[in-house]
């Protein structure tokens, strides 16, 4: 009787061990609603990198010691930082499937500041935020602490100066977030952006007002999934979407 006791406990022990973690963690905190990004246009899996290269450069780059981006030297420093780093293929991993993105040379400013974020690490265990049917997806943000720790070591006071160039939305375009609010010269918010999926009678407000700075070239049914995903009532996802990015070319 004694050893059936001691045999009935040990069995209660192991079965309270079992792992009940969920895959993809469920949204615990919203973010402020913002038009494209800071400011969004109104209307969990991890994916592993297949490319070695890549994550030693993203790695490599993670490493460095850069200067704190400020307003007053956001200019000088991506200008050389855009010399030294020319690429303009970015692949972007979710547990739905990858986006590739190819950032504009036009607009040099944004596809710098995009490169140089990406090979940070930045968007590593950011997320797909805000999903719009039918008009875009956001993303780049996330309630994680480490997102907000990873803007204050890059410098989260300074804005991207606009570079619209007349370059209106489309189906795949990739623009930057914004600033609504006293924001007269359209600077972009640098850690944020969306991809529109909408019908042109959708980009009235958005065209000559946020940067367009890349476009979608493979992964638009991808988008499409994830736009339509179940969400709350600030347009986040009921379950996270978490981003991997990494340069391509």
């Not at 970015?90 to 190819?102: E, N, P, Q």
């Not at 019908?199 to 007002?209: I, V």
Request: aromatic residues 10%; hydrophobic residues 30%; negative net charge.
């Amino acid at each position: 009787m004694r050893i059936l006791f001691v045999l009935l406990l040990l069995l209660i022990s192991f079965s309270a061990c079992e792992d009940t973690k969920k895959t993809s963690a469920e949204k615990t905190e919203t973010i402020p609603e913002t038009e494209g990004g800071t400011d969004a246009p109104t209307e969990t899996n991890t994916a592993t990198k297949s490319n070695d290269d890549s994550s030693k450069v993203i790695s490599e780059e993670a490493t460095k010691t850069f200067p704190k981006i400020t307003q007053d030297n956001l200019v000088s420093f991506f200008t050389e930082y855009g010399e030294e780093n020319p690429e303009t293929e970015v692949k972007i991993s979710t547990r739905l499937g990858d986006i590739y993105i190819s950032l504009y040379e036009d607009t040099p400013l944004h596809r710098a500041n995009f490169i140089y974020l990406v090979k940070r690490g930045y968007f590593s265990d950011t997320f797909f935020h805000r999903v719009v049917p039918n008009f875009i997806i956001q993303g780049g943000n996330s309630d994680l602490a480490s997102t907000n720790k990873k803007r204050v070591e890059i410098g989260s006071g300074y804005l991207l100066p606009a570079e619209i160039n007349g370059r209106n939305h489309f189906y795949g375009s990739v623009s930057g977030a914004k600033e609504y609010r006293e924001n007269p010269d359209k600077q972009t918010a640098p850690f944020e952006f969306f991809i529109f999926l909408g019908p042109q009678s959708s980009t009235s407000h958005l065209n000559g007002n946020y940067t367009v700075f890349g476009s979608v070239t493979k992964g638009m049914e991808v988008v499409e999934k994830i736009s339509k995903l179940d969400k709350d009532d600030g347009e986040w996802p009921l379950q996270n979407v978490y981003i991997k990015a990494e340069v391509l070319q």
